[in-house]
């Protein structure tokens, strides 16, 4: 049974930084891919950022150069490093993580419904 736990979250101010954890429990960590996702008030959950088993990464266009995705399969954990950070960054940021063995292992998976697992979520919020 996969588990997720994200912690990191806080009150920060714009142009601050804060970082993420997402800590899995149960599965191969090495083997899966890995997402961030989050979700304002009133919005649909979106993607931010994923990575894939070989370390291939991909960011959605506002959090490019701000954003930087990591993984640490020594420590079943990922991280979102968040830089320059707006008050549009204020959400609920979840993670999320499944196996992809059948795809290749630069495969990153960019919508909700490819992941099985996700984290409770953790609030950032952003204060101008």
């Known amino acids: 049974q996969v588990q997720l736990v994200e912690s990191g979250g806080g009150l920060v101010q714009v142009g601050d930084s804060l970082r993420l954890s997402c800590a899995q429990s149960?599965?191969?960590?090495?083997?899966?891919?890995l997402g961030w996702f989050r979700q304002a008030p009133g919005k649909e959950r979106e993607f931010v950022t994923a990575?894939?088993?070989?370390?291939?990464?991909d960011y959605t266009d506002s959090v490019k150069g701000r954003f930087t995705i990591s993984r640490d399969n020594a420590k079943n954990t990922m991280y979102l490093q968040m830089n320059s950070l707006k008050d549009e960054d204020t959400a609920v940021y979840y993670c999320?993580?499944?196996?992809?063995?059948?795809?290749?292992?630069?495969?990153?998976?960019?919508?909700?419904?490819?992941?099985?697992?996700w984290g409770q979520g953790t609030q950032v919020t952003v204060s101008s």
């Open positions: 149960g599965g191969m960590f090495r083997l899966y891919s």
């Open positions: 990575i894939s088993r070989s370390g291939m990464t």
């Open positions: 999320a993580s499944d196996l992809f063995l059948s795809r290749g292992a630069e495969y990153i998976p960019r919508t909700r419904a490819e992941y099985d697992y």
